[in-house]
């Protein structure tokens, strides 16, 4: 079993810059792939990135593609969410997750662990 939790949430004009970090207690951590999720409000949760669990890999929504860019250093049990550009949609609660899969997968049902997310909000 894992706990996640998430910090580096909060205010930012749009054309900003945050780093969200997911921090995973346990030793088995680089056993699990590890994908970001974004929640706004009345919306389902959708995928944002993931990562495989040695970082070779990565995978990213459309959405985010080429402004966010997801690492880990398995050996500080941390998974990073570098997000630039920003824009006002990007407004929502950040999850991050962990998953026994294999593959990178952008379904939250394939998921095993949550965090309790971060707020980000984006003004214009």
């Known amino acids: 079993q894992v706990q996640l939790v998430e910090s580096g949430g909060g205010l930012v004009q749009a054309g900003g810059s945050l780093r969200l970090s997911c921090a995973a207690s346990?030793?088995?951590?680089?056993?699990?792939?590890m994908g970001w999720f974004r929640q706004a409000p009345g919306k389902e949760r959708d995928f944002v990135a993931a990562?495989?669990?040695?970082?070779?890999?990565?995978y990213y929504a459309d959405s985010v593609k080429g402004r966010f860019t997801i690492s880990r250093d398995n050996a500080k049990n941390t998974v990073y969410l570098q997000m630039n550009s920003l824009k006002p949609e990007d407004t929502a609660v950040y999850y991050c997750?962990?998953?026994?899969?294999?593959?990178?997968?952008?379904?939250?049902?394939?998921?095993?662990?949550w965090g309790q997310g971060t707020q980000v909000t984006v003004s214009s």
């Open positions: 997750a962990a998953s026994y899969e294999i593959r990178l997968a952008s379904s939250p049902r394939e998921y095993d662990y």
């Open positions: 346990g030793r088995t951590f680089s056993s699990y792939v």
């Open positions: 990562i495989s669990r040695s970082a070779i890999t990565t």
